[in-house]
């Protein structure tokens, strides 16, 4: 009897076991992609393609689409660039490109997010507007990989960025410090200054970049660059998206960007009107508190029971033991 009551136990809790590390999984899941290779590589064509797709053969001439617009004066195989007119902060006319010399009035894709791969894949394939059509430029593979970017790497820094002055508003210096010298400053030097990239017809360093253009410097850092394939991504790193804007936030603060004797600051910002963007009131924000506060909860109160679940099976097991 004692013997079967032990194996009965054994087997109650191997089932609890087996359950919770189903859920575990699944919860993890879904904040987190299957493929992360996949997502960083969808990134980088985002950025640019030609440089990551081997032998692209970029067609002549604008995108089609480009002629829709007459404020950005960029021509040739930039406009076949996702980014070109979707913007660094994935948000188009609404984000970092309603104004200057980049704006298009082209939409963000960041409600794209919630939809199905195959769906995104289509959008990709001109199903509902011919000319938005890179099926034939883009593998399959290639194709996915955007829908996967789209669906898992899109994230919203504009909540964080003043989009004026372009600064982080706030965040943990040292913890930014400490990732940059870390990770960064063996090629980028401690002041960032040890390598230039082009921008806008410009040689610049990593400072003036973070002030310039903090949504590229986002972008490229978690998901890295074509020009620079030894460099560490920082979603390899296990950077969270706050500990890119913490590394950002830093950069801005610390590092020598050019700007500081000048009067004029970074190139092309122009005081625009705010309209639309998430709301930012308390409300919203003790809204958003509350729901995140809640799912970690309800998987800590899950975890919990499991424990006193087990706590309670073994004093049963050993009082029957006893007796
Ligand atoms: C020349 C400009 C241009 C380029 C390049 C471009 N798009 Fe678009 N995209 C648009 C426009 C304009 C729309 C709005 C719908 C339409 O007319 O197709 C759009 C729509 C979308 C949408 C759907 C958004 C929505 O809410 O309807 C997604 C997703 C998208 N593009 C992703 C991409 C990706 C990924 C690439 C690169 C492979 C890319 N786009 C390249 C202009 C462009
Ligand atoms: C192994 C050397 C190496 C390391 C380590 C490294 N980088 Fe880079 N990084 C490069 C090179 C090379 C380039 C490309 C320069 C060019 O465009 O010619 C680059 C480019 C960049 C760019 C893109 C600039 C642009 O053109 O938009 C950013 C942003 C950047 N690095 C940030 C970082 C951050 C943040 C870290 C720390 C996680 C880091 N890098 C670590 C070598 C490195």
């Known amino acids: ?21 189903n859920i575990a999984a699944r919860v ?38 480009w002629a829709r617009q007459s404020n950005n004066t960029r021509s040739g195989a930039d406009t076949w660039r996702c980014v070109s007119c979707h ?8 984000g970092a490109f309603r104004a200057g010399a980049n704006a298009t009035g082209f939409s963000g894709i960041l409600q794209s997010t919630s939809l199905e791969s195959d769906e995104i894949v289509s959008i990709l394939s001109g199903v509902d507007d011919p000319q938005h059509d890179f099926s034939s430029l ?22 964080f960025i003043d989009i004026i002055s372009r600064q982080v508003e706030s965040g943990d210096l040292k913890n930014g410090e400490e990732k940059y010298s ?13 390598l230039t990239f082009r921008y806008e017809g410009t040689d610049i360093a990593l400072g003036t970049l973070a002030l310039q253009d903090p949504w590229r410097f986002l972008h490229r850092t978690r998901f890295g660059t074509a020009r620079a394939p030894e460099m560490p991504l920082g979603v390899d790193l296990g950077w969270t998206p706050q500990d890119s804007r913490d590394v950002l936030y830093f950069i801005q603060s610390n590092l020598p960007s050019g700007f500081e004797s000048t009067e004029t600051g970074p190139l092309e910002i122009k005081p625009v009107e705010n309209e639309g963007g998430p709301a930012q009131n308390w409300i919203t924000g003790v809204l958003t508190a ?15 029971a499991l424990l006193v679940g087990i706590i309670l099976l073994l004093v049963w097991l050993l009082r029957s033991r006893q007796s």
């Not at 009965?8 to 076991?17: A, I, N, T």
């Not at 960083?40 to 604008?62: E, F, I, T």
């Not at 870390?182 to 040890?194: K, L, Q």
Request: with cysteine.
């Open 182 to 194: 870390a990770a960064c400053a063996t090629c980028h030097g401690s002041d960032g200054t040890s």
């Open 290 to 304: 509350f729901g995140a506060m809640a799912t970690s909860l309800g998987f800590a109160v899950l975890v919990g």
């Open 28 to 65: 993890s899941a879904r904040d987190k992609p299957q493929e992360e290779a996949m997502v960083a590589r969808g990134a980088q064509l985002y950025d640019d393609w030609s440089k990551v797709v081997p032998n692209a053969a970029v067609p002549g001439g604008n995108h089609p689409i």
């Open 1 to 21: 009897m004692k013997k079967f009551n032990v194996f009965l136990g054994f087997l109650v809790v191997s089932f609890l076991v087996v359950i919770t590390a």
């Open 138 to 159: 883009l593998t399959a593979d290639d194709l996915s990989a955007l829908a996967e970017f789209i669906r898992y790497g899109l994230l919203d820094d504009n909540q």
């Open 87 to 94: 913007g660094w902060d994935y948000q188009g006319k609404e």
